[in-house]
């Protein structure tokens, strides 16, 4: 894991602590710290590229530390035999 990551990963733990937030929250759909508000500390106020900060995020969602964009509900294909109920996070990128 790279310094960005790290630091992104920081910043979710420390908004987490902040909230006083059990683990339970994260299987509620708890949504931390908005990409608007990581990109204009990193991207703007310490002038890291939004490459940079979109690959720092794409590593911490592979690793399966961070999801970015809102839920978003399945939807199942036209005359499918079966029902899928579930929900993903849309991947959003540094805006």
């Known amino acids: 894991m790279d310094e960005l990551s790290k630091q992104i990963l920081g910043d979710l733990l420390s908004d987490f602590a902040n909230r006083n937030l059990s683990a339970d929250a994260l299987t509620k759909e708890y949504v931390g710290v908005s990409l608007s508000d990581l990109n204009q500390k990193y991207c703007i106020e310490n002038s890291v590229s939004e490459v940079d900060f979109d690959l720092a995020l794409k590593d911490l969602e592979e690793d399966g530390l961070a999801k970015t964009g809102p839920?978003?509900?399945?939807e199942n294909p036209p005359g499918s035999l079966s029902v899928v109920i579930a929900f993903y996070s849309k991947v959003s990128t540094c805006i």
């Open 71 to 74: 839920m978003d509900l399945y």
